[in-house]
T-cell receptor
Framework: QKEVEQNSGPLSVPEGAIASLNCTYSDRGSQSFFWYRQYSGKSPELIMFIYSNGDKEDGRFTAQLNKASQYVSLLIRDSQPSDSATYLCAVRERARGSARQLTFGSGTQLTVLP | GAVVSQHPSRVICKSGTSVKIECRSLDFQATTMFWYRQFPKQSLMLMATSNEGSKATYEQGVEKDKFLINHASLTLSTLTVTSAHPEDSSFYIC??????????????FGNGTRLTVT
């Protein structure tokens, strides 16, 4: 079983719609959760991070975390063609020292249709 | 925000030669940096964890003698691909997290290095 799972997509939504990206993780002790966006041929860029159960909003982006169900999601409101990219979910497991790396999901490819 | 600079962005080399990639944290100190590799259409694969002043920790299946990592200061880590072969052609990305940020702070990525071995 993969530690961090995402639907690879591709996910297509029309411009202006809400895009919903989901991620599940296996380690119940995970503490930190991150969403990165990666354009083709570029390195990932951080969109949001969330540590506590519930919703966290930043502009058009909302991250949702449910530790009991072990899932984290990213909602993109008013989707724009420029949001078309691969979205990577990353999870940091329970602290085992400061060097604990992130575990990445395989990414969901999102296409926003004009 | 935290900036990670990676150089070069693109390199083409001949088979058998070595290539050095630099990763610098520009406005923060990073005790630990991470090196990832990404093949087309695939996700990031962690290669190794670079630790300032000590040996790097390599992931299973990554040859430490082929991928030499040096983390000589709190702001610089280098990855040297030795005796490169065409199968080493990939997108190499470094990342770092501020040492002062604790275990919950996010990783910041460099812009990546596209390595092509001919």
């Amino acid at each position: 079983q993969k530690e961090v799972e995402q639907n690879s997509g591709p996910l297509s939504v029309p411009e202006g719609a809400i895009a919903s990206l989901n991620c599940t993780y296996s380690d119940r002790g995970s503490q930190s959760f991150f969403w990165y966006r990666q354009y083709s041929g570029k390195s990932p860029e951080l969109i949001m991070f969330i540590y506590s159960n519930g919703d966290k909003e930043d502009g058009r982006f909302t991250a949702q975390l449910n530790k009991a169900s072990q899932y984290v999601s990213l909602l993109i409101r008013d989707s724009q063609p420029s949001d078309s990219a691969t979205y990577l979910c990353a999870v940091r497991e329970r602290a085992r020292g400061s060097a604990r790396q992130l575990t990445f999901g395989s990414g969901t490819q999102l296409t926003v249709l004009p | 925000g935290a900036v990670v600079s990676q150089h070069p962005s693109r390199v083409i080399c001949k088979s058998g030669t070595s290539v050095k990639i630099e990763c610098r944290s520009l406005d923060f100190q990073a005790t630990t940096m991470f090196w990832y590799r990404q093949f087309p259409k695939q996700s990031l694969m962690l290669m190794a964890t670079s630790n300032e002043g000590s040996k790097a920790t390599y992931e299973q299946g990554v040859e430490k003698d082929k991928f030499l990592i040096n983390h000589a200061s709190l702001t610089l880590s280098t990855l040297t691909v030795t005796s490169a072969h065409p199968e080493d052609s990939s997108f190499y990305i470094c990342s770092a997290r501020p040492s002062s940020g604790g275990g919950t702070s996010p990783l910041h990525f460099g812009n990546g290095t596209r390595l092509t071995v001919t």
